[in-house]
């Protein structure tokens, strides 16, 4: 699984802590990892390091964003939040398929964010040969079904395995659906929950998760082909950091947990704890329609790959550098910073994503 790092210090995007990066590491389960840079560098010196060159390869395998319909997002609560922290989160899905020109919509937005991810699927359709054949489509993202799961009945300690097991029982009973469409069941833990490598070596994580074994042969919907004894279902977590580790897992709303205590940006929701989030949610959810089942796009070793928004770490807008996020948009009331517009006068920070068609980090900042 590969999974969402938390904001150490380190340059290589693995565990090995170097120089004030966070970095991926893939679990058994295949996710993304997300990379916070700390704050702290200056711009004198932040120029002078060199990145190293970022190209996601295509691995042949099926996008959970080439089915027409829709992509549903399912979410799983686990533990306590508030209605207003359930509000923020589903009105960051609902933006991710709003059309940039819309009525009552602003630029730059989420949904053009998002839309850098059905960019994915004209480039792995020409990356096929003539005799696999592929859909132009794209599925819009949408906000699924929801359930609250107050009653700890997993306990507040879990461990990674536990992720899978809410996913499966929350199928199981009724209360999700099984793919009715192409679908990701987002498990979010609240801040008094904690989860195996919380913290320490995530974020938060995708992976897939098979539900169907011992059945007979079927035609997977998701995977696009026969399946002899599995149906893969993407599944993903992000927990909440904010009395955990906000400098790791909240970074640029908090200040980092290593190098020069640089002051942190305001939260554009007032909620240091759930606008971080939204950029673990966005990385992850990149991540698992772009390389759902580890042979999609990624870079590097399968088992600790570099996905679409982790591949560029710590960049939210123009001239950002290690402990800079970039030039960001600021609100003349409450100073906060931001560079999407969502649903309702929302406004997110959400991290830059590889463009397949420049091969290079984009941001919605330009």
Same mark, same amino acid.
């Given at each position: 699984?590969?999974?969402?790092?938390?904001?150490?210090?380190?340059?290589?995007? =693995?565990?090995?802590?170097?120089?004030?990066?966070?970095?991926? /590491?893939? &679990?058994? $389960?295949?996710?993304?990892? =997300?990379?916070?840079?700390?704050?702290?560098?200056?711009?004198?010196?932040?120029?002078? /390091?060199?990145?190293?060159?970022?190209?996601?390869?295509? =691995?042949?395998?099926?996008?959970?964003?080439?089915?027409?319909?829709?992509?549903?997002?399912?979410? /799983?609560?686990?533990?306590?939040?508030?209605?207003?922290?359930?509000?923020?989160?589903?009105?960051?899905?609902?933006?991710?398929?709003?059309?940039?020109?819309? !009525?009552?919509?602003?630029?730059?937005?989420?949904?053009?964010?998002?839309?850098?991810?059905?960019?994915?699927?004209?480039?792995?359709? !020409?990356?096929?040969?003539?005799?696999?054949?592929?859909? #132009?489509?794209?599925?819009? +993202? &949408?906000?699924?079904?929801?359930?609250?799961?107050?009653?700890?009945?997993?306990?507040?300690?879990?461990?990674?395995?536990?992720?899978? +097991?809410?996913?499966?029982?929350?199928?199981?009973?009724?209360?999700?659906?099984?793919?009715?469409?192409?679908?990701?069941?987002?498990?979010?833990?609240?801040?008094?929950?904690?989860?195996?490598?919380?913290?320490?070596?995530?974020?938060? $994580?995708?992976?897939?998760?098979?539900?169907?074994?011992?059945?007979?042969?079927?035609?997977?919907? &998701?995977?696009?082909?026969?399946?002899? =004894?599995?149906?893969?279902?993407?599944?993903?977590?992000?927990?909440?950091?904010?009395?955990?580790?906000?400098?790791?897992?909240?970074?640029?709303?908090?200040?980092?947990?290593?190098?020069?205590?640089?002051?942190?940006?305001?939260?554009?929701?007032?909620?240091?704890? /759930?606008?971080?989030?939204?950029?673990?949610? +966005?990385?992850?959810?990149?991540? #698992?329609?772009?390389?759902? $089942?580890?042979?999609?796009?990624?870079?590097?070793? !399968?088992? #600790?790959?570099?996905? #679409?928004?982790?591949?560029?770490?710590?960049?939210?807008?123009?001239?950002?550098?290690?402990?800079?996020?970039?030039?960001?948009?600021?609100?003349?009331?409450?100073?906060?910073?931001?560079? +999407?517009?969502?649903?309702?006068?929302?406004? $997110?920070?959400?991290?830059?994503?590889?463009?397949?068609?420049?091969?290079?980090?984009?941001?919605?900042?330009?």
């Amino acid at each position: 699984m590969a999974a969402l790092r938390p904001q150490t210090s380190a340059k290589f995007f =693995h565990i090995v802590i170097l120089s004030m990066i966070a970095a991926n /590491i893939s &679990m058994s $389960f295949s996710a993304t990892a =997300h990379v916070i840079r700390p704050a702290g560098h200056s711009r004198k010196l932040g120029s002078l /390091i060199e990145e190293p060159e970022v190209v996601l390869t295509y =691995h042949n395998g099926p996008l959970l964003t080439s089915k027409p319909g829709s992509l549903d997002v399912h979410l /799983i609560w686990y533990g306590k939040f508030t209605p207003a922290q359930r509000s923020i989160v589903g009105d960051f899905l609902q933006s991710l398929s709003l059309r940039a020109e819309g !009525a009552e919509s602003k630029k730059p937005s989420v949904s053009a964010w998002w839309n850098t991810t059905h960019k994915y699927n004209k480039s792995a359709k !020409a990356s096929l040969s003539s005799a696999i054949t592929t859909t #132009a489509s794209n599925s819009i +993202a &949408m906000l699924g079904k929801q359930v609250v799961e107050q009653g700890y009945f997993l306990g507040n300690s879990l461990k990674r395995a536990d992720i899978a +097991a809410l996913v499966e029982a929350a199928i199981k009973s009724g209360a999700l659906p099984l793919l009715e469409n192409n679908a990701v069941y987002l498990v979010l833990t609240s801040e008094d929950v904690t989860v195996e490598g919380f913290c320490m070596s995530s974020c938060g $994580f995708h992976g897939s998760l098979d539900l169907l074994s011992n059945q007979k042969p079927t035609k997977s919907r &998701m995977m696009g082909k026969k399946e002899k =004894h599995q149906q893969l279902l993407p599944y993903a977590w992000v927990g909440n950091s904010a009395s955990q580790c906000p400098g790791q897992c909240a970074w640029p709303f908090h200040q980092p947990i290593y190098g020069p205590q640089t002051p942190p940006l305001v939260a554009p929701n007032g909620d240091m704890g /759930i606008d971080g989030m939204i950029i673990n949610i +966005a990385t992850v959810l990149a991540g #698992a329609v772009t390389n759902p $089942f580890n042979t999609g796009y990624f870079q590097g070793d !399968a088992a #600790a790959p570099l996905e #679409a928004v982790s591949a560029c770490p710590g960049i939210y807008g123009r001239g950002a550098y290690p402990g800079f996020p970039g030039e960001l948009l600021v609100d003349e009331t409450s100073g906060a910073s931001y560079n +999407a517009h969502g649903l309702d006068g929302r406004k $997110f920070l959400v991290p830059a994503m590889w463009d397949p068609a420049t091969n290079s980090c984009k941001t919605v900042v330009v």
